[in-house]
Each structure stands twice: as structure tokens, then as C-alpha cells.
């Protein structure tokens, strides 16, 4: 589906990333997890086709060629503070040419979104404007879809329509792709995991592999080997 | 798209920047600046209580740039202290009589401080103008009294044309063609003073304008728009807005306040706008971007100025926007 090929990404005299070679499959189940400036979200962008590789290419198959089969929603709010959750959608949907569809519907409904269809963003909680930029970068009905910590500052009722959503989705085919450090989000949602560490992919492994331990990371002490002992609380 | 201006158009600050602003600039500094150039003008009072016929000649005669000339039936020495008159002319209330039978002393009374500067070249104006008629009315005069059968009215209309005077010396006079009539220019370094405040107030605008542009970058909205959508229509359309918004009130505010606006002046929002947009696609950080423009408009400030007093003349100053005025 989305293949990797010796992926690198400098920025000035920083590698970012340093020579990703991996593939992702459709229908998969898939996070990259690692400490802050791990490369994480620099691999999503780049898979997302935000950026460009300085070396190295990304290949997708002809299911990915369309120019909405890719979803993206970054870590920040990519919101218009003062337009209401309703112009935001109206918005896009207009961007995209599309009118209001089944899909659209079962997102908003699922999301809860219609209780607070008037209002701005900057009057929403923290949760439901997660929810909304959720929404914002589905609206196109995307093949695969690459969520750069999307439950950041998001309570718990948030987090399991969000879940719910996103669980749904991949029953049907959607590819999910995401950045994490919430280890009940990774149970619920992960089936892989890539570990990074310093631009490296080092390791790619099935979610029970790294909890029980059945991995071997070439640094014990690492921020990576801490971060995943943290499974267990 | 449209979409993206009514969410810049949410705020109030926008409001209270393109429609307070410009309401208060026209209420109150545009009359200020207008009184302080007129302010050039030099004020002068004329004081006739008998209220004569020579007094409207004479004032109509010397009635130019740069006085501004007030007349009063009674004599305030107050306007003296308080400004309001650089000097006061008193005329004699037997001042016509006096010039057409020859007596010329004392028929002016000439008020005046140790702060009044130029009030001597409107005395020199009003001393020709007096001669002339007191040497027309001798003229008249002699000639009648020589010739009984001339009409005095008429001698003194035409006096100097009998007395045909040789001047005293003659001076060569050349006229050069495209030279600047300075008396135009008193009125256009005002313009030049609104028409600056004016620039100063649109590059302001634009930069907060430009600001969302930061914002949107840093929240990252624009790279939403550019992922939906794999074009630059956004910033067309953010283009499109800021130049419809600056043209509209640099065409409103030039046709009210009356600036001559020579047809390179009208790229100048152009170039302002284009500006901002390359500095915000080279700075990625606002504050650096405001930093630099910020230092751009002071210093497009001071070369304008230098420019338009003639100072500098080079063609690097027009790298400085504003400065295409003066083209």
C-alpha cells in the first residue's frame, strides 16, 4: 500500500530521519512510537506527502492515488478560532466538492458534534476541538489516515467516541496510522508498532511483542526502552 | 474560500483597523495636519475704522501666498501676544484722502513684536502698492495743472504710463522651462506629509493582514488547506482581499484629502502588499518578519522625506515604496 525506500529527511545540517526503509499494508493498525525528537511526526508528514524526502522514495499503490485518499490531522489545532464547528465543515466540504453524505453524518453523529454545531472553536473544550479537527481531516473519506497525537488534552468521554470512530473506520478497510505516548490509546486502537529513536527506525514489531518484552532494543537505558516499561502501569 | 476572510473578518480588531481607524484619521488628524500647513501662512491683520474704498484695493492687490490677511474695524494688540497676527496695519482714516493729495506721513501705523519675522515682506508689498498710487496721484496732479482739459481720474488710472519712467537698472531676465514652481511646492509637501501617514497606516494594515498567514502557518491550518485542496488558491484568495481592502481605502482616502497621485503611486499598495507576502514566504518566524518590516517602513519613512525635500536623488531610493510618489 505505502512503501518506504531508504527514507531520509535533513533540515539544515540535522537528519531528522535517517534512512527508513518499512511498508504499511492496508487495513493496518499502525503506531510509531518513540521519545520527543524521536523523528515521529517528521516520518507521518513525510508518508502524509507534506514534505518531500531529501533522499529516498515513498511509493503508494493506485488505491492511495486519489487526491483525498490521504487524511491527516497534526498535533496542533489546524482550526479557525472563530468560525463555528458548522462553517468548518461547510468549508471543507465545499473545498473538496462534496455535499453533505452518509459518511459525514455518521462521523458528526458518532462525534457528537451536532450539540455544539453553532458554536466557535474557541468556545469549545479542549476535547471537542480535538473532535472537530478529528472531523476536519476525515472529511474526505480517506484510504488511509495519519493522526499526529490526536488525543492530546481529550477526557475521557472524548477519547472513546474519538476510539470508537476510528475502530469503526478501520473495520472498514481505512488504514490508521497515528502518534502516540498513551499506552491505553496503543491497546485499543494499535496492532503495530514501529520504535524510533534519534531519526532510527529501529524496530518494527506487533503491540504484544514490545509488551511482552520480546523485543531487544540495542540501548536498555534508553528513552525508548523507558518509555515502553511504562506498558505495565 | 471566502470562508477564510469571513473568519478575519470575525475579529474586531480588524474592524476597529480598517473602519475606526481611517473614521478617526479623517476626524481628527487629517484636520490637524491640515491646520499645521496651513499654519505656513503668515497672518496679518489690517485695522480701518472708516472702512474705505482703498483699503479693499490695496488688500485685493497683496492678497496672496503665503499671508493670510484679516481686517478689523478697531485695533486689538492682543492678536499680537497671542499669535493670531505675526503684525497689525492701522491705516488712517483720512488714508485715501491723504494719498491722492500727496501727504503719505504717517497714514499707516505699523504693529509689530520681536517674534514677528516675515511680517517686512508684506510692509514691502504694501509700501509698493501705496507708491504707486501716491506717484499716480502726482502725476495726476501735475499733469492737470499743466494740461487743465485732462481728466485727473483718468491721469491717475494711467499715471504711470505718462510719467513712462526709465527704470534704474535693467536686469537681464531668462526664463528656464521645467523648472519647479515653489509655490506649488508648499502645498504638495503637505500632501507628501498625509500621503506618507497614509503609506505608514496601509503597510500597518497589511502586516497584521499577513499576521494570520503566520498564524494559520503555526497552527497548522495552511498545511490542511494546501493537503485538501494541492493548490495555492488560498493565498489568491488572501491576496485578492488584502488587495481589494488596501486599494479601496488608499483610492478613498488620496480623492479625499486630495492628493495628486502621479500613476506609479498607484503600485504602490501593489508593491507594499507583494512585499509582506515574499517576507512572509522567506521569515518564518513573525516576529523576525515584523521586525524587518517595521524597520522597512522607517526607514521607506525617512528616505521619502529626504527624497521629496530634494536631500537625496538616487535611484536606489526608489527600493523604498513610497518613494514611487515622487516618480
Same mark, same amino acid.
Given at each position: 500500500?505505502? *512503501?518506504?525506500?531508504?527514507?531520509?529527511?535533513?533540515?539544515?545540517?540535522?537528519?531528522?530521519?535517517?534512512?527508513?526503509?518499512? /511498508?504499511?499494508?492496508?487495513?493496518?493498525?499502525?503506531?510509531?512510537?518513540?521519545?520527543?525528537?524521536?523523528?515521529?511526526?517528521?516520518? %507521518?508528514?513525510? %508518508?502524509? $506527502?507534506?514534505?518531500?524526502?531529501?533522499? $529516498?522514495? &515513498? /511509493?503508494?499503490?493506485?488505491?492511495?492515488?486519489?487526491?483525498?485518499?490521504?487524511?491527516?490531522?497534526?498535533?496542533?489545532?489546524?482550526?479557525?478560532?472563530?468560525? /463555528?464547528?458548522?462553517?468548518?465543515?461547510?468549508?471543507?466540504?465545499?473545498?473538496?466538492?462534496?455535499?453533505?453524505?452518509? @459518511?459525514?453524518?455518521?462521523?458528526?453523529?458518532?462525534?457528537?458534534?451536532?450539540?455544539?454545531?453553532?458554536?466557535?472553536?474557541?468556545?469549545?473544550?479542549?476535547?471537542?476541538?480535538?473532535?472537530?479537527?478529528?472531523? #476536519?481531516?476525515?472529511?474526505? *473519506?480517506?484510504? &488511509?489516515?495519519?493522526?499526529?497525537?490526536?488525543?492530546?488534552?481529550?477526557?475521557?468521554?472524548?477519547?472513546?467516541?474519538?476510539?470508537?470512530?476510528?475502530?469503526?473506520?478501520?473495520?472498514?478497510?481505512?488504514? &490508521?496510522?497515528?502518534?502516540?505516548?498513551?499506552?491505553?490509546?496503543?491497546?485499543?486502537?494499535? =496492532?503495530?508498532?514501529?520504535?524510533?529513536?534519534?531519526?532510527?527506525?529501529?524496530?518494527?514489531?506487533?503491540?504484544?511483542?514490545?509488551?511482552?518484552?520480546?523485543?531487544?532494543?540495542?540501548?536498555?537505558?534508553?528513552?525508548? *526502552?523507558?518509555?515502553?516499561? @511504562?506498558?505495565?502501569? | 474560500?471566502? %470562508?477564510?476572510?469571513?473568519?478575519?473578518?470575525?475579529?474586531?480588531?480588524?474592524?476597529?483597523?480598517?473602519? &475606526?481607524?481611517?473614521?478617526?484619521?479623517?476626524?481628527?488628524?487629517?484636520? /490637524?495636519?491640515?491646520?499645521?500647513? +496651513?499654519?505656513? +501662512?503668515?497672518?496679518?491683520?489690517?485695522?480701518?475704522?472708516?472702512?474705505?474704498?482703498?483699503? =479693499?484695493?490695496?488688500?485685493?492687490?497683496?492678497?496672496?501666498?503665503?499671508?493670510?490677511?484679516?481686517?478689523?474695524?478697531?485695533?486689538?494688540?492682543?492678536?499680537? +501676544?497671542?499669535?493670531?497676527?505675526?503684525?497689525? !496695519?492701522?491705516f488712517n482714516?483720512n488714508m485715501e484722502?491723504n494719498i491722492?493729495?500727496?501727504q503719505t506721513d504717517e497714514i499707516i501705523t505699523?504693529?509689530?513684536?520681536?517674534?514677528?519675522? #516675515?511680517?517686512?515682506?508684506?510692509?514691502?508689498?504694501?509700501?509698493?502698492?501705496l507708491?504707486?498710487?501716491? #506717484?499716480?496721484?502726482?502725476?495726476?496732479?501735475?499733469?492737470?495743472?499743466?494740461?487743465?482739459?485732462?481728466?485727473?481720474?483718468?491721469?491717475?488710472?494711467?499715471?504711470?504710463?505718462?510719467?513712462?519712467?526709465?527704470?534704474? @537698472?535693467?536686469?537681464?531676465?531668462?526664463?528656464?522651462?521645467?523648472?519647479? =514652481?515653489?509655490?506649488?511646492?508648499? =502645498?504638495?509637501?503637505?500632501?507628501?506629509?498625509? @500621503?506618507?501617514?497614509?503609506?505608514?497606516?496601509?503597510?500597518?494594515?497589511?502586516?497584521?493582514?499577513?499576521?494570520?498567514?503566520?498564524?494559520?502557518?503555526?497552527?497548522?491550518?495552511?498545511?490542511?488547506?494546501?493537503?485538501? *485542496?494541492?493548490? $495555492?488558491? !488560498?493565498?489568491?484568495?488572501?491576496?485578492? $482581499?488584502?488587495?481589494?481592502?488596501?486599494?479601496?481605502?488608499?483610492?478613498?482616502?488620496?480623492?479625499?484629502?486630495?492628493?495628486?497621485?502621479?500613476?506609479?503611486?498607484?503600485?504602490?499598495?501593489?508593491?507594499?502588499?507583494?512585499?509582506?507576502?515574499?517576507?512572509?514566504?522567506?521569515?518564518?518566524?513573525?516576529?523576525?518578519?515584523?521586525?524587518?518590516?517595521?524597520?522597512?517602513?522607517?526607514?521607506? !519613512?525617512?528616505? !521619502?522625506?529626504?527624497?521629496?525635500?530634494?536631500?537625496?536623488?538616487?535611484?536606489?531610493?526608489?527600493?523604498?515604496?513610497?518613494?514611487?510618489?515622487?516618480?
Open positions: 500500500m505505502l *512503501q518506504l525506500n531508504s527514507v531520509s529527511y535533513q533540515k539544515g545540517k540535522s537528519d531528522l530521519i535517517q534512512s527508513v526503509s518499512a /511498508t504499511v499494508q492496508p487495513g493496518d493498525r499502525l503506531t510509531i512510537f518513540g521519545p520527543n525528537g524521536a523523528g515521529k511526526s517528521t516520518l %507521518m508528514r513525510l %508518508m502524509a $506527502g507534506i514534505i518531500q524526502p531529501s533522499s $529516498g522514495t &515513498i /511509493t503508494y499503490d493506485d488505491s492511495l492515488s486519489g487526491k483525498n485518499a490521504i487524511g491527516y490531522i497534526p498535533q496542533q489545532l489546524a482550526l479557525f478560532e472563530n468560525l /463555528t464547528v458548522k462553517e468548518h465543515l461547510r468549508f471543507y466540504q465545499k473545498m473538496i466538492g462534496s455535499k453533505t453524505n452518509p @459518511f459525514m453524518n455518521e462521523m458528526i453523529e458518532t462525534l457528537q458534534l451536532k450539540d455544539f454545531w453553532n458554536k466557535r472553536i474557541d468556545e469549545l473544550s479542549g476535547g471537542m476541538k480535538r473532535k472537530v479537527n478529528l472531523t #476536519v481531516g476525515m472529511i474526505q *473519506q480517506p484510504k &488511509i489516515v495519519f493522526l499526529d497525537e490526536p488525543f492530546v488534552g481529550v477526557d475521557l468521554a472524548a477519547k472513546h467516541d474519538m476510539l470508537n470512530w476510528l475502530n469503526r473506520l478501520n473495520s472498514r478497510g481505512v488504514t &490508521i496510522v497515528f502518534v502516540t505516548h498513551d499506552w491505553q490509546v496503543i491497546h485499543e486502537l494499535a =496492532d503495530k508498532m514501529w520504535l524510533m529513536e534519534n531519526g532510527d527506525l529501529l524496530h518494527e514489531a506487533t503491540v504484544d511483542e514490545v509488551v511482552h518484552d520480546h523485543i531487544e532494543l540495542p540501548d536498555t537505558s534508553s528513552a525508548l *526502552q523507558k518509555m515502553i516499561s @511504562f506498558h505495565r502501569y | 474560500m471566502f %470562508m477564510i476572510w469571513k473568519s478575519i473578518l470575525k475579529r474586531k480588531t480588524t474592524w476597529v483597523l480598517v473602519v &475606526i481607524i481611517p473614521i478617526l484619521f479623517g476626524l481628527v488628524i487629517y484636520p /490637524t495636519i491640515k491646520d499645521t500647513v +496651513s499654519q505656513v +501662512s503668515v497672518p496679518i491683520t489690517v485695522v480701518d475704522q472708516t472702512d474705505q474704498e482703498i483699503t =479693499d484695493e490695496l488688500l485685493n492687490e497683496i492678497d496672496e501666498e503665503p499671508f493670510q490677511v484679516s481686517r478689523m474695524d478697531t485695533l486689538d494688540l492682543r492678536l499680537l +501676544s497671542t499669535g493670531e497676527a505675526e503684525a497689525i !496695519f492701522v482714516d484722502a491722492l493729495s500727496g505699523w504693529y509689530r513684536t520681536e517674534n514677528s519675522y #516675515v511680517d517686512g515682506l508684506f510692509k514691502e508689498k504694501l509700501a509698493s502698492a507708491m504707486s498710487r501716491v #506717484v499716480r496721484a502726482e502725476a495726476a496732479s501735475v499733469v492737470t495743472q499743466y494740461k487743465p482739459e485732462a481728466d485727473w481720474e483718468e491721469v491717475y488710472e494711467y499715471g504711470l504710463r505718462y510719467f513712462e519712467p526709465r527704470p534704474i @537698472f535693467e536686469m537681464k531676465f531668462e526664463h528656464i522651462s521645467g523648472v519647479e =514652481d515653489r509655490s506649488a511646492t508648499v =502645498d504638495e509637501s503637505g500632501d507628501h506629509l498625509l @500621503f506618507i501617514l497614509l503609506w505608514l497606516y496601509i503597510s500597518m494594515l497589511i502586516g497584521y493582514f499577513t499576521q494570520f498567514l503566520y498564524e494559520w502557518r503555526a497552527d497548522g491550518v495552511l498545511e490542511r488547506l494546501q493537503m485538501v *485542496q494541492r493548490s $495555492g488558491r !488560498f493565498y489568491l484568495t488572501w491576496l485578492i $482581499g488584502v488587495f481589494g481592502i488596501t486599494y479601496s481605502i488608499f483610492l478613498m482616502a488620496t480623492q479625499l484629502m486630495e492628493i495628486p497621485v502621479v500613476k506609479w503611486a498607484y503600485l504602490i499598495p501593489f508593491g507594499t502588499v507583494l512585499i509582506y507576502f515574499i517576507f512572509f514566504e522567506i521569515v518564518k518566524k513573525k516576529w523576525t518578519m515584523y521586525a524587518w518590516m517595521i524597520s522597512y517602513s522607517v526607514a521607506s !519613512f525617512v528616505i !521619502f522625506l529626504l527624497a521629496d525635500w530634494k536631500i537625496i536623488e538616487s535611484d536606489w531610493m526608489y527600493l523604498f515604496i513610497p518613494t514611487w510618489l515622487l516618480v
